[in-house]
């Protein structure tokens, strides 16, 4: 079982930078792969950056393009822990952005099937 604590969410303004943090700990080895989610209200969770953990492609990112150019994902695996830069925020980022780990293939590495831990979720709130 892996056990993920995000923080770092809060109030923004537009265009304003916020940083968020995803530690994980427990059985860490048994995910090769951890993301970042966000959801709204009456949506779907949606995919917002992943990060190859180990194997093959090690330290390889993946982003959609709403936000590729703006977030920027990195790690340190010394501390089991991930990190998501996001810069210029718009409103449409406003979310509950949720930290995930697991095994997914590369059919399943934007989509929640792929994951199989989930953090509790930090709230973003980007507003004037």
């Known amino acids: 079982q892996v056990h993920l604590v995000e923080s770092g969410g809060g109030s923004v303004q537009p265009g304003d930078s916020l940083k968020l943090s995803c530690a994980a700990s427990g059985s860490t080895t048994t995910f090769h792969a951890m993301a970042w989610f966000r959801q709204t209200p009456g949506k779907e969770r949606e995919f917002v950056a992943a990060i190859r953990w180990s194997g093959g492609s090690t330290g390889n990112t993946y982003y959609p393009d709403s936000v590729r150019g703006r977030f920027s994902l990195s790690r340190d695996k010394a501390i089991n822990t991930i990190y998501l830069q996001m810069n210029s925020l718009k409103p449409e980022d406003t979310a509950v952005y949720y930290c995930?780990?697991?095994?997914?293939?590369?059919?399943?590495?934007?989509?929640?099937?792929?994951?199989?831990?989930w953090g509790q979720g930090t709230q973003v709130t980007v507003s004037s």
């Open positions: 995930a780990a697991g095994r997914p293939i590369t059919s399943t590495r934007r989509n929640m099937k792929g994951y199989h831990s």
